[in-house]
């Protein structure tokens, strides 16, 4: 089934409840999971969402919205919404892009500068800010694993300022898998693994992770 619905930015799903974020609009659209339109949630403030996701834990709904607000929203009193976190007046200045959900709280993706920041659910505390390597000129999104590491997706690599890669981002090293690059305007997806030393880590650790296979190894510890 197809529901046309603007120019959408962010869709997430809690049991079988779909909601959805357009482009320049303060309202989050919500469906069944067959796609039949239900209320509209309206977010009075709300101006330019950017992605929308839900945490199953406290059954809250939290949008990014114009790259510096984060709203918070009640799944279960849809009137019950909260401008839960600002970058207008902190010192650290950045980007809200993205957003998923971790094992501790909420994963904000900053394209410019490119890191990674987490926050507590409970309290807006910040828990850890996870720097990117130099070569990452742009952060696109990133997302916590089963293992607690993060992968990203993002643009800039050791090899070329212009490649497109997915990195897996690991506690003392960084191991990329590059699935896309343009050259002269053509995109080429080669195969290889490459290995980046991130700083203050020791090479060893990452020498189980690094098996053959087509691409870079990294030398001896």
């Not at 974020?21 to 101006?47: N, Q, W, Y």
Request: glycine letters at 6%; one cysteine or more; aromatic letters at 12%.
């Amino acid at each position: 089934m197809l529901y046309v619905v603007g120019q959408v930015y962010g869709v997430t799903q809690l049991a079988d409840i779909v909601y959805v974020v357009c482009r320049d609009s303060p309202i989050i659209k919500t469906f069944t999971d067959r796609l039949s339109p239900l209320a509209d949630i309206h977010v009075e403030g709300m101006k330019d969402p950017r992605d929308i996701v839900v945490s199953r834990d406290d059954r809250q709904l939290y949008v990014a919205d114009d790259y510096q607000f984060i709203w918070r929203v009640s799944v279960d009193d849809q009137s019950s919404y909260v401008k839960w976190l600002t970058t207008e007046s902190s010192t650290d200045r950045f980007r809200v892009n993205t957003l998923s959900v971790t094992s501790r709280g909420l994963l904000v993706t900053s394209q410019y500068p490119p890191r990674l920041r987490e926050y507590s659910t409970r309290d807006k505390q910040l828990l850890r800010v996870v720097e990117m390597p130099r070569y990452v000129d742009t952060l696109y999104h990133g997302v916590e694993t089963t293992r607690g590491t993060f992968v990203i997706g993002h643009q800039g690599t050791s090899q070329y300022e212009d490649q497109w890669a997915v990195s897996e981002l690991f506690t003392c090293y960084n191991i990329q898998i590059v699935i896309g690059m343009e050259v002269n305007g053509e995109v080429y997806f080669p195969r290889f693994r490459e290995y980046c030393l991130l700083p203050k880590c020791r090479r060893k650790y990452a020498n189980y992770y690094l098996q053959a296979e087509a691409g870079l190894r990294p030398s001896g510890p």
